[in-house]
């Protein structure tokens, strides 16, 4: 980077921590998108005297509200509900809801922000937004749960709807949140509109959708492995998480014919040098999904494996990363490690999953390495796939999505490339994701004035 665009992002950052003191998940997340388009930006100078960063990095809503509910015992409880509406450039706001302990304002705004360049990535009109709360599901009963989730909805119909804002699942949200906040959106408004994507199969939802952001994840890294003639068959997986992105991208690695090793929950992971194979990730859907269990139950009905607590699976010898959980749950460190046992490539299917110094190690070890933005797309590209279902009102067989999904996750793939590809032909994806996902967004926003 030259002195100039150095210089240019310098003082970006300073303002915007100056401007938004103490979010660090959020400045996390600009500065990495900042020094992969900051050249692209001083190369454009209109687009530095049009301010369309400083526009992006300000999200165009942020709805805070108080949620309240009465847990089992007939005590009153209070979270804390968000949903910031990033941007509507070139479509209306898209990207999921998130309830988990850690839920801040600092991680809403970074989800929603990368939500912007990933859903220009997809190829479809989506905008950008994503909410959330502190509230915890864990341990709760179905009942307090609908009942957060009625509290939480009767505030959020206000500002959302089908051509407004459309919420998807994300981390502690999957079918039954979506199903509960559905019924109260439509009770309340007195419409059975496409408000929220990943439905119930009955009632609107999209063959595909609980599926797609896994699955995604390694069509994105099926695609990368071929530029080097490889493939998933025959290789050793580590994936971490157990939830929904971790189950699917198990369940395709399967398929394609690679070895699944590890699983994780935030109290440790199991290692099971046999392999988790399709009767085991059976099992662990079953565990998570039905029983909401913990992933160490694994170790103890199958004895090939063995459960490590506290830690995290990067240890594992592997030939591909799938880091499926959460942000930040990789560091430079593990990075290291991965590489010097032999790792050759790092899917992401959680948001921000890398820190930037394990970004900085895949990157200088030139292995294939894709950011979230552009290999988790898949599960907000199926959820456009959804709305486009609601608005024919009609529903596609799983084929036709599976194709479409396939499509759009080859076209990220070569948009990547496009803009990635450095002078001695490795392809840096963070670059090329974050560039092709700027330039739409960019280029919609000059065309619709300064609103
Ligand atoms: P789930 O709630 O279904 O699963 C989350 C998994 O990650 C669980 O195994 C959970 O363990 C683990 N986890 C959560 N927080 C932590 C933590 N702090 N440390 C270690 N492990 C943790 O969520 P999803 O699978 O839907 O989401 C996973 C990631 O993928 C997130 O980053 C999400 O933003 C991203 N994503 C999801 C999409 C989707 O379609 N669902 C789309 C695109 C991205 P535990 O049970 O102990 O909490």
Redesign the pocket.
């Known amino acids: 980077m030259d002195s100039y665009t150095q210089k240019y992002v310098d003082s970006f950052m300073a303002e915007l921590t100056a401007k938004n003191p103490g979010e660090k998940e959020f400045h996390q997340a600009v500065k990495e998108v900042l020094e992969s388009v900051a050249p692209y930006i001083v190369a454009h100078p209109y687009l530095m005297e049009q301010k369309i960063l400083e526009r992006i990095v300000e999200p165009e809503r942020i709805i805070m509200f108080r949620v309240p509910w009465l847990d089992d015992e007939g005590n009153i409880q209070i979270n804390k509900g968000y949903r910031v509406q990033n941007s509507s450039a070139i479509g209306p706001y898209k990207g999921?809801i998130?309830f988990?302990p850690?839920v801040n304002l600092s991680i809403m705004k970074f989800?929603a922000f990368e939500q912007t360049f990933k859903n220009s990535l997809t190829t479809l009109p989506m905008g950008a937004g994503k909410g959330g709360s502190d509230f915890n599901p864990?341990g709760k009963s179905d009942n307090e749960v609908m009942r957060f989730c009625q509290s939480f909805m009767t505030e959020l119909s206000k500002h959302i709807g089908a051509d407004t804002d459309v919420p998807?699942?994300?981390?502690?949200v999957?079918g039954r949140e979506i199903g509960y906040m559905f019924g109260q959106y439509k009770r309340l408004r007195n419409e059975f509109t496409g408000v929220l994507t990943g439905k119930g199969q009955s009632w609107g939802g999209s063959h595909i959708r609980p599926e797609?952001?896994g699955y995604g994840v390694c069509y994105f890294a099926s695609a990368m492995l071929a530029t080097k003639g490889d493939s998933y068959e025959g290789k050793t997986v580590a994936i971490s998480?157990?939830?929904?992105?971790?189950q699917y991208a198990a369940k395709k690695a399967l398929q394609l014919g690679a070895k699944v090793v590890t699983m994780?929950?935030?109290?440790g992971y199991i290692y099971d040098p046999e392999g988790i194979d399709a009767d085991k990730l059976a099992y662990v859907m079953e565990l998570k999904n039905i029983y909401r269990g913990r992933i160490k139950e694994y170790a103890e009905k199958y004895p090939s494996a063995q459960y490590f607590p506290g830690e995290r699976p990067w240890g594992v010898k592997c030939d591909i990363a799938m880091p499926?959980?959460?942000?930040n749950?990789l560091n430079g460190e593990e990075a290291r490690t991965l590489i010097a046992n032999g790792c050759m490539c790092v899917a992401e299917?959680?948001?921000m999953?890398s820190t930037p110094e394990a970004i900085e190690v895949f990157l200088s070890s030139k292995i294939l390495y894709s950011p979230?933005k552009a290999s988790?797309a898949g599960?907000?590209a199926t959820s456009g796939l959804e709305m486009t279902q609601n608005s024919m009102r009609l529903k596609w067989t799983p084929d036709e999505v599976d194709r479409h999904l396939k499509q759009i996750m080859t076209d990220i793939h070569e948009a990547c490339v496009k803009y990635g590809t450095e002078e001695d032909g490795y392809v840096n994806y963070v670059k090329g994701a974050n560039i092709a996902g700027f330039i739409k967004v960019a280029d919609a926003m000059m065309a619709q004035g300064l609103v």
């Open positions: 999921g998130r988990h850690s989800l864990k998807a699942g994300d981390i502690g999957g797609a952001t998480g157990s939830g929904n992105v971790a994780s929950d935030s109290n499926c959980a959460t942000q749950e299917g959680a948001n999953p979230g988790n599960g907000v």
